[in-house]
Structures are given as structure tokens and as C-alpha cells.
């Protein structure tokens, strides 16, 4: 599944970055999403974009085509 496939509240740990998502991979794994990360999902903007998640104890916010280059697994 994808990040914006979850809701306020729900938690998931960070399986890889999609197909197609290569363009943010560098970024994302920069700010501490790498595989394995537990994250949380903490705000979602009015028309979805950006998305609040918490990642390694701080706040990230990321664009809906950041959020759609990460897999992730519902915990």
C-alpha cells in the first residue's frame, strides 16, 4: 500500500519507495525514511496535500507526490 492510503491517526513502517518513485527516493531516504521506519500519520491538509507524518520522534511534511512514492504496511 501506499502513504496516502492512510489515515490520521493510523501507523506504518516504511517497506521501500514505489515504482516510478525513484525521483524522490534520494530526498525521502534523506530526511529518514528508509526501510523499516515507523511512522505515523499526524495531519492531512483539507485537499489532501501536503501530509503531516511523524517520523524517528519529528514532524516531516510531504508533497501528495512524495507520499505516493512511499510503500508502506499498515501496523
Known amino acids: 500500500m501506499l502513504l496516502r492510503d492512510l489515515h490520521v491517526g493510523e501507523r506504518a513502517r516504511v517497506l521501500g519507495f514505489a515504482e ?3 525521483a524522490y ?3 525521502l531516504l534523506s530526511m529518514g525514511l528508509t ?8 495531519r492531512v ?4 496535500d501536503p501530509v503531516e507524518i511523524r517520523v524517528r520522534g519529528f514532524a ?7 507520499a505516493d ?5 499498515r501496523l
Open 20 to 22: 516510478g518513485g525513484s
Open 35 to 42: 526501510p523499516g521506519a515507523e511512522i505515523s500519520i499526524t
Open 60 to 66: 516531516l511534511s510531504l508533497r501528495r507526490d512524495e
Open 69 to 73: 512514492a512511499l510503500s508502506v504496511e
Open 45 to 48: 491538509a483539507p485537499m489532501g
Open 25 to 27: 527516493r534520494r530526498k
